[in-house]
Each structure stands twice: as C-alpha cells, then as structure tokens.
C-alpha cells in the first residue's frame, strides 16, 4: 500500500485525489466521531467504504492482533481497562478505516498500482505494511500513519519548497479548538525549516508558541520500531504571526512530526514543585523518604514531605536538573543506563549527562520528562498506580505514565 500510495503521488492528478481522499477522512472523523462507524451497516460489519467490509470478526481479530503486539513489547499482558484508556481500539478503526478508504480509491482509479499490490501487499495481517509482517511488531511508518490517524480540526495548506510531492512535503492541521497545529513531513535530508504562518489568527496563540519535534526512523519495513524520539522541543517568539523550527540531519527516509501549542508564559519552567504522574495520581518521592545518595525514585501518596518537592534548575537548551528539596541531590539513571527499564535515583550533582532532564509540554498542563542521556522518558514500573511503584526510564511509547504535572510547592 505505500508503494502504491507513492505511485498515485507521483502524478499531479494523483497527488490532488490523495489530498481529497485523506482530508476528507479526517474531517469525516471530526464531524462524526469514532463511534458512529459502527453504525448504519450491516449487523455484521464492523466497518464499510465502498465496495469493502470489514466485519466485526475482522476487527477483532486486527484488535486481539494489536493487543498482543503491544503485550509482548511490554513483556506483560494488556488489560481491557489498560486497552480503553490508551484508546487502542480507536487506533486499529482509524488504520483500518484509513487503509481501506486508500485502497478502494486506488481500486477504482487505478493510479499505477498492479493488481498483485492490491491484493496481498507484500503479506496478509500486516496493516499494509505498518507491521513487520504478519502479527509482527510496528515498524517506522505505523508511527507516521498514527501521527495522522490524531490529526483533527480542519486540514491546512502546505507549501513546499520545491515541486510538490518531491523532496520536502507534508500535511499539516489545526485542531477544533485552536490550541495545536500538527504538521506531519518528510523527504528532505540534511538542515531544513518548517515555518508555520498565521499563529496571530488563533486566539489561543500570545507571544510564544511551544513546539515539540519528534522522528520516526526507518531502518526498513521489517525492522520494529518501538516508539517515536523526540529531536527537540523549546519556546518560539511569534513574529508576524510566524514561527520557523529548525529540522537538522534529516534523513529522507523518516518520517517527522512538528506539534505547536501556545507557549509559557515565561521562558524557563524554573521553580520548586510537586512532580505528579497523571496516570496514578501519585508524587514523585524518594524510597521510604529517603535522602542518602542512591535512593531510588518511587510513586507516593501526595503529601507535605520535603522529599516530594523538586527544583527544576535551568541548565541551557531548555534542560533542567531536578533536585530533591530534602537531600540536595538531583535526579539521575542508575549507573548513567541509556537501557530502558533502568531506575531513577537520587545522586550527587556531579555533572554527568543523566543529570538533565528535558521538560517537553504536551498540553493541559501535562509533560513528558526526557533523560538527556538515554533519550528515555520518566515513567512507572509496569504502567502501576500503586504507591510504592518505582519510576524509571522508557521508551517513548505513548503509554499514559509517560505523563506529569507540575504543581508549584
């Protein structure tokens, strides 16, 4: 489907149907929402475009499929509340509803793709392709057609810099509320911008904006992929309306997602707070409220204790040093890990790289804390809402204890 999808662009005809075709199923998804595509067919489709049914057979089985996937990359079984809370159901519908809708377009206008693409891709039960192979893992571009699969609001006009469907290119949109604009890109190597117009129209938009830049590499479409990486993320002045983000080292290959939303209103998040994780609830805290070097981070019941109020230190590049208030020590990786899994500390502020931590907005008040040295995020063992739980380090994979507060203290 992805050769295919670059045939159909590769015309200026095909690039006008492919516009039509994935603006449309966004605005469609804005006006009716995810729970009305079960609605008006048969009593056992789950899902029809044209002349193609889905049946609810299908979309259980493309959903038990995902359940698993995610299972095994996590290395524990996924849970129906653990399902509905990260909205994986919704995910496969919109992959689905996007796949098939590309592919009856293709089917009646034919747009270069032979009937054997058609047909298998290059293997069944793989998401045309968004997977490894059959029952397989994510791979680079499952990332990009989720980043599209969230787009909402009304879809906004993109120019390249040179012709249109080569080289650089994206689709960008602005929400329903006027709070974020998406730009989805890619096709470009080496130093690039993305100069977003027009902020001074929406009135959520000040002075600043926030921007957040995130990649997905592809090392080919058998190579798993667990999650995007974050490549920066900073306040912008608004100027004329316009903010311009620099994108360094592209490669052609990947795939790129630029998020703005209104910036802070000061530059710096400096300041003493209660660190919250809003998956649980719960505080960031030292082990048994401790303060010798080496204690490990944990979740705690939100109290008064000094040992859950950390200062965030400003140290350049919009990276901090968190310290603890009661121990003087700062937030760290045990041993300097760059693997996933390994646990937060407390350690004397003795300059190494897991000491910095980036502050990245995603929100409603709500950000993900990357470890500059392992590009990891701050999260909780197993997803856990218990007090107790350990916080560690973890891919970016989108999982709802990815997410904190900040609460000045």
């Given amino acids: 489907m992805l050769r295919g999808i670059h045939k159909a662009s590769s015309t200026w005809l095909g690039r006008g149907i492919m516009a039509v075709i994935m603006g449309g199923l966004v605005i469609s998804f804005a006006i009716w929402g995810i729970g009305d595509i079960f609605r008006g067919f048969g009593l056992n489709s789950a899902i029809k475009i044209g002349g193609t049914e889905i049946s609810i057979e299908q979309f259980r089985q493309f959903y038990t499929e995902r359940l698993q996937q995610l299972g095994r990359q996590v290395g524990r079984p996924i849970t129906t509340d653990q399902a509905r809370a990260t909205g994986i159901a919704q995910q496969v519908i919109g992959q689905l509803v996007a796949e098939t809708t590309l592919d009856e377009q293709a089917k009646a206008l034919r747009l270069g793709i032979s009937n054997a693409e058609l047909a298998f891709w290059n293997g069944y039960g793989a998401l045309g392709d968004l997977l490894t192979g059959t029952g397989g893992s994510p791979n680079a571009a499952y990332w990009l057609y989720q980043w599209y699969g969230q787009m ?44 977003v117009n027009g902020l001074s129209s929406l009135s959520a938009f000040g002075s600043s904006a926030h921007a957040v830049l995130e990649q997905t590499v592809s090392a080919g479409r058998t190579t798993a992929v667990a999650g995007p990486q974050t490549i920066s993320s900073g306040d912008y002045t608004i100027s004329n309306g316009s903010i311009t983000v620099p994108v360094s080292s592209m490669n052609s290959a990947n795939g790129y997602h630029l998020v703005i939303t209104p910036g802070s209103s000061s530059s710096t998040l400096s300041g003493t707070y209660q660190v919250k994780n809003v998956h649980s609830g719960l505080a960031l805290d030292t082990q048994s409220s401790g303060t010798a070097q ?47 899994g390994a646990g937060a500390l407390i350690w004397g502020d003795n300059g190494t790289p897991d000491h910095l931590w980036q502050i990245i907005s995603q929100g409603n008040g ?44």
């Fill in 152 to 195: 909402s609001g009304n879809m906004v006009t993109v120019v390249p810099p040179g012709t249109a469907g080569t080289g650089l290119d994206g689709a960008a949109s602005v929400n329903s509320a006027g709070n974020q604009v998406s730009v989805i890109f890619g096709g470009g190597s080496g130093s690039a911008a993305v100069t």
């Fill in 294 to 340: 080496g204690t490990l981070a944990v979740q705690a019941t939100p109290g008064s204790s000094s040992t859950q109020k950390w200062t965030l230190i400003p140290e350049g590049s919009n990276y901090y040093e968190i310290k603890n208030s009661a121990s003087g020590l700062v937030l760290g990786i045990s041993n300097e890990s760059k693997s996933a």
């Fill in 366 to 409: 709500q950000y993900k804390i990357e470890n500059y040295n392992s590009s990891l995020m701050l999260g909780v063992t197993g997803e856990s809402t218990t007090s107790g739980a350990q916080v560690l380090q973890w891919n970016d994979n989108g999982t709802p204890d990815h997410l904190w507060t900040l609460t000045a203290a």
